[in-house]
C-alpha cells in the first residue's frame, strides 16, 4: 500500500496531484496552506453531510419516527455545523451557554436540542430555558429546584432526562469513559441515587420527565459494550415503571462510535450497530412488557472527527542522537490537545510531497512550553525539511473546539471544503489590544452572554 493509500483508507477523501501536492476533497492543501496561512483547520462538508445522512438513514429503517439522532456538538462547535445539522434535520447536543448562543445564532431550532452537564450554571439552566431547549438531562441534585422554579417563570412545562450510570466499563481511555461507576457523571444504579433522583423529578408540578439517558465512553470499537448497556438501561426502565409508578418513553444512549486515527483502528458499521441494537433493544422491550420505546444516539466524533485535517508548517526539526528526531510545528496543543491529553495517536504526511517515500522515522513536536505538547509520537513520514506543510489527518472532533490560548497563541481559523469550493467559517484569531477586540474567535457578544452579571466588566479583562 503506498503512503496516499494508507490515509485514503483513513479518510477517504484525500489523494496526489502531479506535484506531489496532498488534495483534501479535491483542494490543493499547499495552496490552501497559503491561502490561509498556518495552522489551519480544513473540514470536508460532504462528509459531515454524508455521516448525518448514514446516521439519519440508519435510525428511520431501524426504528421509524421512534429514532432520532443527535450531533454532539462539543466535538466541534462553530456557527457553520448548526447551520449544517440543521439543514441535515439533526437534532444537536449543547453543553453550555455558549452552545446555545452558537446554535442559537446558527438559528437552530432549540425544540430538537439536548442541554447537558454535570454542573450546569444557573444563567445557563435560564438561558436554555428562554431559548426552548428541547430537553434538559439532569445530572445534579440542585437542578431539579432550579430547573422547575426557571420552567415556572416562563410558563413551560420542561422536558427533562436523567443521567444514569449504568456501571459499563467501555474499552477505551480511562479520561474518556464515562458509564462507569465512578465517573463524575450521572447517578447510580446500583446504589440507588437514580431511583431517588426520578422521583424527585415525578414530584415537581413543571417538569416532564421524558428521556432516560446514559453515555458510557468515546472512541469504542466493540459493539457488545453498547448491547450490555440496552440491557441495563431496558431493566432499569422496567423496575422503575413497576416500582415506581414511572414511566419513561425514550432512551437516549450517547455516542462513542470510534473511528479512524490510525490503522489499528476498526471503526463499527453504523448499520451493523444499529441492526444489533434495534433488535436487542425490540427483544428487551418485549420480553420485558416496556411497549415500543424512543431510541436516541447523539455522536459526536464519528460526524465529524474524519472529516477534518489539520495542516501546519514545519519549523524547527532537531535530531536527539539515539533517542528520536523531533519535527517542530507551528502549533500543537493549543490547537489539538487530544494527544498531551490522552496519549491519542494520529497519522501525518508531508503534504508538498507526495511523491516521495515516507522513509523516515520521526515525532511531531508541538510549539508550547510544555515537554508534553507532542502531537505525533514515532511516525513514519517523508524526508522532511523547514518550511514543508504537514497535514495531520481526522482532526475533525474536539481538536478546534479543545483549543485553547496556552502560551498566549492565537487559534486557528477553520477552512470548510464543499464541492470543489473552499471557505472561511472560523476567523483566525489575532491579537489585539484594543478594549473591544477579544484575543479569541468568540465575539464580544458571546462574552457579554457568558459574563451576563455584575462581574461583566472583570470576565471581559481576561481577554483583553
Ligand atoms: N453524549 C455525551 C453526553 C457525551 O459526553 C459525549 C462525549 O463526550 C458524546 C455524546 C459524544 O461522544 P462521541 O464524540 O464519542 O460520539
Known amino acids: 500500500m503506498s503512503h496516499t493509500d494508507n ?38 462538508e460532504e462528509r459531515i453531510r454524508e455521516r448525518c445522512r448514514t446516521y439519519i438513514k440508519g435510525l428511520k429503517d431501524a426504528f421509524g419516527d421512534k429514532g432520532q439522532a443527535l450531533f454532539a456538538s462539543k466535538a466541534a462547535s462553530f456557527k457553520r455545523i448548526y447551520e449544517i445539522m440543521k439543514e441535515e434535520k439533526m437534532g444537536i447536543d449543547l453543553v453550555s451557554s455558549g452552545e446555545i448562543y452558537t446554535a442559537a445564532r446558527a438559528g437552530f431550532g432549540m425544540e430538537k436540542s439536548f442541554f447537558h452537564g454535570n454542573n450546569k450554571t444557573e444563567h445557563e439552566l435560564e438561558t436554555a430555558i428562554k431559548n426552548g431547549v428541547g430537553c434538559i438531562i439532569i445530572d445534579s441534585f440542585h437542578e431539579v429546584d432550579v430547573i422547575d422554579q426557571l420552567a415556572e417563570k416562563y410558563g413551560r412545562k420542561q422536558n427533562v432526562g436523567l443521567r444514569i450510570k449504568p456501571g459499563v466499563d467501555a474499552h477505551t481511555h480511562k479520561y474518556i469513559m464515562t458509564g462507569n461507576e465512578d465517573s463524575k457523571f450521572g447517578f447510580g444504579i446500583e446504589d440507588e441515587t437514580a431511583d431517588y433522583m426520578l422521583q424527585l423529578i415525578c414530584e415537581k408540578e413543571n417538569l416532564v420527565l421524558s428521556t432516560l439517558h446514559c453515555h458510557i465512553g468515546s472512541q469504542i470499537f466493540e459493539l457488545e459494550s453498547f448491547a450490555v448497556t440496552v440491557d441495563i438501561m431496558t431493566d432499569y426502565l422496567k423496575k422503575i415503571t413497576e416500582k415506581y409508578g414511572i414511566s419513561v418513553r425514550e432512551i437516549n444512549f450517547g455516542g462513542g462510535f470510534g473511528i479512524h486515527y490510525t490503522n489499528e483502528d476498526k471503526p463499527l458499521e453504523f448499520s451493523e450497530y444499529v441492526a444489533l441494537i434495534a433488535e436487542k433493544l425490540s427483544e428487551n422491550c418485549k420480553k420485558k412488557e416496556l411497549g415500543e420505546i424512543g431510541f436516541v444516539v447523539e455522536p459526536g466524533r464519528s460526524i465529524v472527527g474524519e472529516a477534518g485535517t489539520t495542516l501546519y508548517t514545519i519549523g524547527a526539526i532537531k535530531n536527539i542522537p539515539g533517542i528520536r528526531t523531533d519535527v517542530s510545528v507551528d502549533g500543537g496543543m493549543t490547537d489539538n490537545p487530544r494527544t498531551a491529553l490522552y496519549q491519542a495517536e494520529y497519522l501525518c504526511t508531508v503534504a508538498n510531497k507526495m511523491n516521495e517515500e515516507a522513509d523516515t522515522k520521526v515525532s511531531i513536536a508541538g510549539r508550547c512550553c510544555e515537554s508534553g505538547d507532542m502531537l505525533i509520537w514515532d511516525t513514519m513520514i517523508q524526508q522532511p525539511a523547514y518550511k514543508d506543510i504537514l497535514a495531520v489527518f481526522s482532526t475533525g472532533a474536539y481538536c478546534y473546539s479543545m483549543a485553547s490560548n496556552y502560551n498566549r497563541i492565537p487559534r486557528p481559523p477553520v477552512a470548510v471544503t464543499c464541492k470543489g469550493e473552499d471557505k472561511l467559517v472560523v476567523k483566525r484569531e489575532i491579537p489585539m489590544d484594543n478594549s473591544k477586540d477579544l484575543v479569541n474567535s468568540l465575539d464580544i457578544a458571546l462574552a457579554e452572554y457568558h459574563c451576563n452579571n455584575k462581574n461583566y466588566e472583570k470576565g471581559l479583562s481576561i481577554y483583553r
Open 7 to 44: 490515509i485514503d483508507f483513513l479518510c477517504g477523501n484525500v489523494s496526489a496531484d502531479e506535484n506531489g501536492h496532498l488534495l483534501f476533497a479535491g483542494q490543493d492543501t499547499a495552496a490552501l496552506a497559503r491561502e490561509y496561512g498556518t495552522p489551519l483547520y480544513l473540514m470536508d
